[in-house]
């Protein structure tokens, strides 16, 4: 038998459509037990009841200060957190980076209304108890329960809006068949990073997009601004039109770091394009993001950027993490 703690942060999952605004999460996590496997007990706290979309940086510290507090309790043996399929990868990252216990960290959700004719929810719940559960699966950090469905945190993705499993990428780490999970595969961590600071909860990292005619004004504004950090969201292999490079070289010059992502769905960036494309804007600066997508690539960035980390030492320690 395991102990679980199950925080509660709202999200579809908590959420109910009764009203003519719009469904509105309102439900404490105790009202998701129904299903729970029988042989664990499960303890339930609320640390928020929102729709992951209205987050903020320092409501994910705060999660990441719950999961924290959980597992220093010796007698939790694995840790669920409810959360929105909106920005679940976000939260989930930041909780993989710096979880630094061997509880398993398993964070899952709804895509229907928990008044819905047909609620995901409980199921998800379920499954994501079983995986917390597991002694399988400790020391594999944060991971996402989700239709059967259990992978790593780092390169997860909501990929589909409505779908019964909206996640795509990431590692599938086990699976449910019947009533049993069954572990695949286990992941290369990399060691934990401290827990967010207090600045984290201000910090501005920016996202700009390339796209065919983009200007760089967004992200010469984003700059002067006072962002702490830009993530340029380039094409393909991580490519941009004209006057980038420059814009990269002045904002790196200034101080700014500068994260060289893609808005391609999944791949790697891999610089290789002259004229203004990754070549040069790596050579102007910027820090290619590897595998992680630009929203991952943002809350790495801001996580190191609350430590204090210098732009002269950025580039090295974001490449070690990404």
Avoid at 20 to 33: C, M, Q, W
Avoid at 90 to 115: C, I, N, W
Avoid at 299 to 306: D, V
Wanted: proline share 7%; aromatic share 4%; charged share 20%.
């Amino acid at each position: 038998m395991a102990h679980i703690q199950i925080l509660g942060t709202g999200g579809t999952i908590a959420s109910r459509s009764g009203t003519t605004i719009g469904a509105v999460a309102s439900d404490r996590a105790e009202t998701l037990l129904d299903g729970v496997p029988g042989e664990h007990t499960v303890d339930t706290l609320d640390v928020l009841t929102t729709g992951s979309y209205r987050l903020t940086l320092a409501d994910l510290r705060l999660i990441a200060e719950s999961v924290r507090t959980t597992a220093a309790d010796d007698r939790v043996d694995g840790i669920v957190v409810t959360h929105g399929t909106d920005t679940m990868e976000e939260t989930a990252f930041l909780l993989d980076l710096v979880h630094d216990s061997p509880q398993p960290v398993v964070l899952t959700g709804a895509q229907r209304t928990a008044d819905s004719p047909d609620p995901d929810g409980p199921r998800n719940v379920r499954e994501a108890v079983l995986a917390a559960a597991s002694p399988e699966l400790r020391g594999t950090g944060a991971l996402i329960a989700f239709g059967g469905i259990v992978r790593t945190a780092r390169g997860a993705r909501k990929a589909h809006t409505t779908a019964a499993d909206p996640f795509s990428g990431g590692s599938e780490l086990a699976h449910l068949t019947g009533d049993g999970l069954v572990v695949t595969a286990l992941p290369r961590r990399r060691p934990a990073l401290p827990p967010p600071g207090p600045s984290f909860d201000t910090g501005r990292v920016e996202i700009v997009t390339a796209y065919p005619g983009a200007t760089t004004h967004l992200f010469d504004a984003a700059v002067a601004s006072g962002a702490d950090a830009v993530v340029l969201a380039g094409t393909g292999v991580g490519n941009a039109g004209p006057g980038f490079t420059e814009s990269v070289r002045r904002a790196v010059q200034a101080g700014c770091p500068v994260v060289l992502s893609t808005r391609t769905p999944w791949g790697p960036v891999v610089p290789r394009y002259g004229n203004g494309g990754g070549t040069d804007l790596v050579a102007a600066g910027a820090v290619p993001s590897g595998d992680l997508n630009p929203f991952q690539a943002r809350i790495l960035a801001a996580l190191l950027l609350s430590h204090g980390t210098s732009p002269t030492r950025f580039p090295d320690t974001f490449t070690r993490y990404r």
